[in-house]
């Protein structure tokens, strides 16, 4: 008689933190400039579109991590290319902690941004494919956890390295410590990667349908993952392998709403306020101490409510959480825009902005990874969900780049009503076509989009 094996949730949560470890990367490279550009500026004699260069050009390398991402996963695997952005990310560390030109920074950076492309896209993947589905939202969330954790932490890096010597210390020596310590988490993840699994739908996909198996097993017990398998082959029987799946009724949808969804992430402006928060900081009239102080508490309360955004996913939903975090997001924006636009800011900015953060921190920041992991179909998730990144990531781009010129152009107040409008766009496309996945298995997500084609929702 055949064994059985029970699930073990335990298991796959401990697979799943070492694959969110990228999120930490992800969290630590795009947040280290915040800290470090103010020095860097004077030291490379920037200018406010030189500043946008510097911090934006991460996004070029991350681009293209995430075009290629998506086609070399469904060739070689989830494992393989996620060990190969650990490699680039700490390159791309010690590319930039060593720079003697803003060009070589320049460069160091984009290398690291490739690694960055690839991870962001793959580990919440990743998860979704190897998670049980009662779990999948909590678990692939932790994918952001750990970029929130990343977040705070590098704000304790760089207040701790401005600490550490005198102000021309920071400019010349201080910022280059700022990137090379993240080195040390780029290669504790490459090293635990190797710990892990192979996705097992990427497996079965592959023809090694007892290697799938086993890791279906131990995640969901044998009854459970004979069930699992069948619909995962019946799944890709019925794909064409192809993108041009991704243009038949119904998945036309699901490929607008990952790459809007992708869009809307970046463009409500929550990278603005993290990449710049000390320059925002400063338009209130704070000195140099008290912005990297309110610069740390915004990055705690990222962390506390992505906490609560873990806690909340798989009991409320993803949609409810979308539409409660943009209307919230959407007042918060209005307001600030309006205290910048009468002068009264201060505290009043500050507060508003913690509340926009763990509105964001609650939906935007985790929903929206874990929808582009959760709606494509296997054969071709991994370059469908590429699409979407890329999406995601041209326009983190384009919004790093702009934000100083917008500021120092059009002022604090207009830059602000101009995420809100986004905001609130966010919220109505929310309501009217992003779809409810929680509690369904991914091969049922996508029955549900090839029969979406005789709802009323047409794209």
Request: include cysteine; proline fraction near 3%.
């Amino acid at each position: 008689m055949a064994s059985t094996q029970k699930a073990s949730i335990g298991f796959v949560t401990l697979v799943s933190i070492v694959a969110a470890i990228g999120g930490l990367l992800f969290g630590y490279d795009t947040a280290v400039i915040s800290g470090a550009s103010p020095f860097m500026q004077i030291k490379f004699t920037l200018g406010p579109g030189m500043v946008g260069w510097a911090v934006s050009c991460l996004m070029i390398g991350a681009i293209v991590g995430a075009a290629f991402a998506g086609a070399l996963s469904d060739r070689f695997g989830r494992k393989k290319m996620l060990i190969t952005a650990a490699i680039l990310f700490c390159i791309g560390s010690i590319g930039s902690a060593i720079a003697a030109t803003i060009t070589q920074f320049v460069i160091a950076r984009i290398i690291g941004g490739v690694g960055i492309g690839v991870s962001s896209t793959l580990v919440p993947l990743y998860i979704a494919e190897i998670a049980p589905t009662k779990h999948r939202g909590r678990l692939v969330s932790l994918n952001q956890l750990a970029c929130v954790i990343g977040i705070s932490a590098i704000y304790f890096v760089n207040r701790s390295v401005t600490e550490a010597g005198t102000h021309a210390w920071d400019v010349n020596t201080g910022w280059r410590w700022m990137f090379g310590l993240g080195i040390v988490p780029g290669i504790i993840f490459m090293a635990l990667l190797f710990t892990v699994p192979e996705s097992p739908r990427w497996l079965e996909k592959q023809g090694r349908t007892s290697a799938a198996e086993r890791i279906l097993e131990r995640v969901n017990g044998t009854e459970a993952a004979a069930i699992e398998m069948q619909e995962i082959r019946k799944s890709l029987q019925s794909e064409t392998g192809t993108l041009k799946h991704l243009f038949k009724p119904g998945f036309r949808v699901a490929l607008a709403v990952g790459i809007i969804l992708a869009i809307l992430q970046q463009v409500i402006g929550i990278n603005a306020i993290m990449y710049y928060a000390p320059e925002i900081f400063k338009e209130t009239g704070a000195g140099t101490d008290s912005t990297m102080v309110e610069t740390i508490i915004v990055g705690l309360v990222n962390l506390v409510f992505t906490l609560v955004s873990v806690w909340l996913i798989d009991k409320v939903g993803r949609k409810v959480l979308l539409l409660i975090g943009s209307a919230i997001m959407a007042i918060s924006l209005l307001i600030i825009g309006y205290a910048f636009h009468t002068g009264n800011t201060g505290t009043l900015v500050l507060i508003l902005v913690l509340v926009f953060v763990a509105a964001f921190a609650v939906s935007f920041g985790p929903i929206v990874w874990l929808i582009m992991a959760e709606i494509f179909p296997t054969r071709i998730r991994g370059r469908a969900t590429a699409i979407a990144s890329v999406a995601l990531w041209a326009a983190d781009y384009l919004v790093s780049q702009m934000f100083p010129i917008l500021l120092d152009d059009a002022g604090a107040a207009i830059t602000f009503w101009v995420f809100c409008l986004m905001a609130i766009f966010a919220f109505f496309f929310t309501l009217w076509v992003v779809p409810e996945t929680k509690g369904k298995s991914l091969e049922q997500i996508e029955r549900d989009w090839m029969s979406s084609n005789q709802n009323s929702i047409t794209l």
